[in-house]
């Protein structure tokens, strides 16, 4: 839970609004008994975290030549 609120307000920082979405419900539903719901949530944000790391990286090599 703490993780997810964690990467929540960096994934902010940086205006990526999926990202956030995706934490806050992975933070939401942290504490919940649905196992699959809660992996499902687990995937999703997973998904939006590599599409963030990826614009991040494509940002810096623009940045860098």
Known sequence: QRAAHSFKGL???FDATPTVQAMQALET???GQDPERLSKLLADAE???????AALAEYQQQVQH
């Open 47 to 53: 998904v939006e975290v590599a599409r963030l790391t």
């Open 11 to 13: 994934a902010a920082n």
């Open 29 to 31: 539903q942290s504490a």
